[in-house]
């Protein structure tokens, strides 16, 4: 492909609903601009954009796809992304790198849920928006409806530039709002003009009215004009309108069916004459306040976005370059990582085809393999003139998964290759835990981790078997004691004598360990104090036999005795251990549970279910608070143990239209029978070991 100016590329991004019809809207503009000879299909599992095993597996997109096409002398960077909430991370790093974001809703379905968290993502990023109402030749479509709930949660400033010709079976083209003319589409998505039925001119009228007017008062001079009655043209009209994109006060609505090509070529069209190219943007700002213009003579800017493993090249690095411009065979600067990097060949891809470049300037977007040291979220630069841009922020992964090989021995390919998996998607989050000796991989839902242990499968051999999640739990005494430790051995020849008298009592919540000396009379010498704390610190992290780790305890030791040959280190770790677990036997334990603050926001017609379910998970509610949209956040503290699977339950029980966010707060009582359970579930565990 060859290298096109900066003011000649559109970055668009294609965000919306798992289901309304993105990725067969990236087809059929591959088909439309001569990119591809054949239109792919989803449900047979040939589109450019989905050609991961899992895609063609699940007939879903989990991972964004760059698609770039010519049109009308402009490059159009299409970034296919997921649709479903799981693969959100994905949406969310192409939306950083994009100047448009294409909003696709499907006229059957309408609004649904990511199309609002992709709006709402938009907004945070004031990044220029258009919508595509799609599938308007299906049946129970409504181009009317779509429109009014589109204005009722994105507002007026939603303005069709299009109307549909025909509805559901029926539906063959568009009414262009700024032509006034309807034009009718053959297979090939070819458009002719043709006449405006009777029945809709009216309607018609009065949108082109409402465009004008609109038109008419971005502008002082188009307004007088305009009141005295005189025409807008064309050129006019699309000015004000690439005006109002840029500004995203204006967001142009479009109408088609993708499958069918109608109304493809319109899109392009639009985005072409009013979408903004880099050069509209904002300045590129980096960490430390420094910016850079996107110009392809200024220094060398670029962001790594997303990382891919490729079988036969390996991992590939798709940046943006915000300035200066990307050379192949050329050496640049990690800022990130402080580190320089040898460049390769460069080169873009459609899909998973490789197109080579000799150079990528400002404002477009390339790839380049085997990088050595970059991740995603790193920025490249000229070291002469470094800066560091705002890294890709993944979401926080909500639900955790407990795995082990299934074979033994591949404990160390599995960690390769979760790590490899990790560098392709940063909204996975490994931890190792210590405590339960788990390996947990967290996820942002259940299919988010079945694609990830998929591609492990597949990419690095590595199978792996699902085992229980076990929670952090505590134990803690439940009150005072005193305990006696005793380590007396002999052996003939050197023994081993070290004997700890204890007090012991629990603290509250959160004091932590507190050990004291209070030793007289050198019954136990000072060289031998810390090895009884030492003891007794081994035996809290084994929680006296329980398996759970004991917290908030004071210790006294006040006496003991020693012997002049055989003391030792040791011997005195020994009897602090056996002196707390004396204090144990009399004294009891009682089993902790963390408890973690839970923010849940829904709309306010889920509220009392919400309240309910968390009730039943043995959730404090905390309260509630109204915000914006018809939405409030129920706060509450809820046992961990009792929303380990949260994320998949808050989206079943709401529609997908419920999320959350949580922190630990605390360690607290479990209650008596459920505590007798765990403990003794844990000892039939230990015992099977």
């Known amino acids: 492909m060859k290298t096109y100016p900066t003011e000649n590329i559109r970055n668009v991004v294609l965000v919306g609903h798992g289901g309304s019809g993105k990725t067969s809207l990236a087809e059929a503009l591959l088909y439309r601009s001569g990119a591809t000879t054949r239109m792919g299909k989803v449900t047979e599992g040939n589109t450019v954009t989905d050609f991961d095993e899992e895609e063609i597996r699940k007939g879903i997109s989990v991972s964004t796809a760059l698609a770039p096409i010519e049109w009308e002398g402009t490059k159009i960077n299409i970034l296919d992304t997921p649709g479903y909430a799981d693969f959100v991370g994905e949406m969310r790093a192409a939306m950083r790198v994009a100047d448009l974001a294409v909003f696709v809703v499907s006229g059957v379905d309408?609004?649904?849920?990511?199309?609002?968290?992709?709006?709402?993502?938009?907004?945070?990023?004031?990044?220029?928006?258009?919508i595509f109402i799609n599938k308007l030749d299906r049946e129970n479509s409504s181009f009317r409806r779509t429109l009014e709930q589109l204005r009722d949660l994105f507002g007026k400033g939603c303005a069709p530039i299009a109307l549909p010709l025909g509805r559901e079976h029926d539906f063959s083209g568009i009414i262009s709002v700024i032509d006034a003319e309807a034009y009718s589409y053959d297979d090939k998505g070819h458009r002719s003009t043709v006449p405006?039925?009777?029945?809709?001119?009216?309607?018609?009228?009065?949108?082109?009215?409402d465009l004008l007017d609109s038109v008419a008062e971005t502008d002082d001079e188009l307004l007088e004009r305009y009141l005295e009655g005189g025409e807008i043209t064309r050129e006019e009209i699309i000015r004000q309108l690439h005006q109002g994109i840029d500004d995203a006060t204006v967001f142009p609505v479009l109408v088609g069916a993708a499958t069918r090509l109608i109304g493809v070529d319109?899109?392009?069209e639009v985005i072409v004459s009013a979408g903004p190219s880099p050069l509209d943007r904002p300045a590129v700002e980096g960490v430390d306040g420094g910016t850079r213009q996107p110009k392809p003579d200024e220094p060398l800017c670029a962001l790594i976005f997303k990382t891919m493993s490729d079988p036969y090249v390996g991992r590939?690095?798709?940046?943006?370059?915000?300035?200066?411009t990307m050379r192949g065979d050329t050496t640049v600067h990690n800022a990130t990582q402080q580190t320089d990097e040898r460049v390769g060949h460069l080169f873009t891809m459609r899909g998973k085809t490789q197109d080579p470049v000799e150079e990528v300037p400002a404002g477009d977007i390339g790839a380049v393999a085997k990088l050595a040291h970059a991740a995603t979220g790193d920025t490249l630069c000229d070291k002469a003139a470094s800066i560091v841009l705002p890294g890709i922020t993944s979401p926080e992964p909500l639900l955790p998964k407990a795995i082990a090989p299934k074979t033994k021995g591949d404990e160390d390919k599995l960690m390769i290759g979760l790590q490899k998996l990790i560098e392709?998607?940063?909204?996975?989050?490994?931890?190792?835990?210590?405590?339960?000796?788990?390996?947990?991989?967290?996820?942002?839902?259940?299919a988010h981790l079945d694609v990830a242990l998929a591609r492990l499968k597949h990419k690095s051999g590595v199978e792996v078997e699902e085992v229980p999640f076990?929670?952090?739990?505590?134990?803690?005494?439940?009150?005072?004691?005193?305990?006696l430790g005793r380590h007396v051995k002999q052996s003939g020849g050197h023994g081993q004598y070290g004997i700890a008298n204890i007090r012991a009592e629990p603290l509250p919540r959160g004091e932590g360990f507190v050990f004291e000396d209070k030793i007289f009379g050198g019954a136990i010498p000072n060289q031998f104090i810390p090895s009884v704390e030492k003891g007794i610190r081994a035996a809290m992290e084994q929680g006296g036999g329980t398996g759970y780790p004991m917290i908030d305890v004071k210790v006294e030791l006040y006496d003991g005795k020693y012997h002049s040959v055989d003391s030792s280190d040791f011997a005195f770790q020994m009897a602090g251990s056996l002196a707390l677990k004396?204090?144990?036997?009399?004294?009891?334990?009682?089993?902790?549970?963390?408890?973690?603050?839970?923010?849940?926001?829904?709309?306010e017609s889920f509220t009392g279910d919400i309240m309910g379910d968390l009730q039943k998970r043995r959730g404090i509610p905390e309260g509630i608070d109204t915000v914006g949209g018809g939405r409030q956040i129920i706060r509450a503290k809820v046992p961990f143990a009792e929303i380990t699977t949260y994320a998949t339950d808050l989206r079943s029980m709401t529609g997908g239209q419920g999320t959350f966010s949580w922190s630990f707060s605390h360690y607290q009582e479990v209650p008596h029978d459920l505590a007798q359970k765990i403990l003794e579930a844990r000892k039939q565990e230990e015992a099977r070991a």
């Open 110 to 130: 309408g609004v649904e849920v990511q199309t609002q968290v992709a709006w709402n993502y938009a907004e945070e990023l004031s990044l220029p928006r258009m």
């Open 196 to 209: 405006v039925p009777d029945e809709r001119r009216a309607r018609l009228e009065e949108v082109r009215t």
């Open 266 to 268: 319109r899109l392009a």
């Open 316 to 324: 590939v690095s798709f940046f943006r370059v915000y300035s200066g």
């Open 424 to 446: 392709e998607d940063p909204s996975l989050v490994l931890e190792r835990n210590d405590e339960t000796h788990q390996l947990i991989l967290w996820g942002m839902g259940d």
């Open 470 to 483: 076990k929670v952090p739990y505590r134990t803690t005494l439940r009150g005072k004691g005193e305990g």
């Open 582 to 603: 004396d204090v144990m036997d009399k004294a009891g334990v009682t089993l902790l549970e963390p408890i973690w603050t839970l923010e849940v926001l829904v709309p």
